[in-house]
């Protein structure tokens, strides 16, 4: 009977220490590369394109588009890219002038709440991925384009970026830095 009981009590606790496959996980990503996509013809960058890889075991990256905005229209975004520039080999935040305001819970201005500068970000909502079958994993590359109209005449020679992904559920990934970029 003790035996019967000391097998029972084991296979007990093997059970009840099995993991969830679907226990909420953070994403992983790495970054890929910078390809640099078009140039001017004085031979200026005007389109680089930065690559990252994700992995995400619960599949829940990106969000429909009508979960894109908040109720008061603001972007949610789940890729935070923030800008870093290089200078004597030291990266540091790069800022712009940039008016910004915070709102309340119900989108009224909040007085006082102006900043007059911010550090260059390239956020972003990455579409919905739904995961096929069973296997909720889900695992690819994230292509994000920066143009010189709105991205690349605001940067500096040479930087990097810092950059990390938010699930649905609110799991932050890693915080990974991109190779440098050079800009022409």
Not at 151 to 165: Q, T
Not at 166 to 174: E, H, I, Q, T, V
């Amino acid at each position: 009977m003790k035996k019967l009981l000391l097998v029972l009590f084991t296979l007990i606790s093997f059970a009840g220490c099995k993991k969830d496959r679907y226990a909420p996980e953070a994403p992983s990503i790495e970054f890929g590369e910078w390809k640099y996509l078009k140039k001017d013809a004085a031979g200026h960058d005007q389109l680089v394109e930065l690559i990252i890889y994700f992995k995400d075991r619960n599949g829940d990256i990106g969000r429909r588009e009508f979960e894109q905005v908040d109720n008061c229209g603001r972007p949610v975004n789940d890729l935070f890219i923030y800008y870093e520039k290089k200078v004597n080999n030291i990266y540091s935040p790069a800022y712009i002038p940039l008016p910004d305001s915070a709102l309340d819970l119900n989108c009224n201005l909040i007085p006082g709440s102006y900043v007059d500068s911010s550090q260059i970000f390239f956020h972003r909502a990455l579409e919905y991925i739904q995961p096929e079958g069973n296997n909720r994993s889900i695992e690819g590359e994230i292509a994000y384009q920066l143009d010189y109209a709105s991205a690349l005449s605001n940067l500096f020679p040479v930087g990097r970026c810092k950059i990390y992904l938010m699930d649905r559920a609110g799991n932050k990934s890693n915080v990974i830095y991109s190779d440098d970029l050079v800009i022409n």
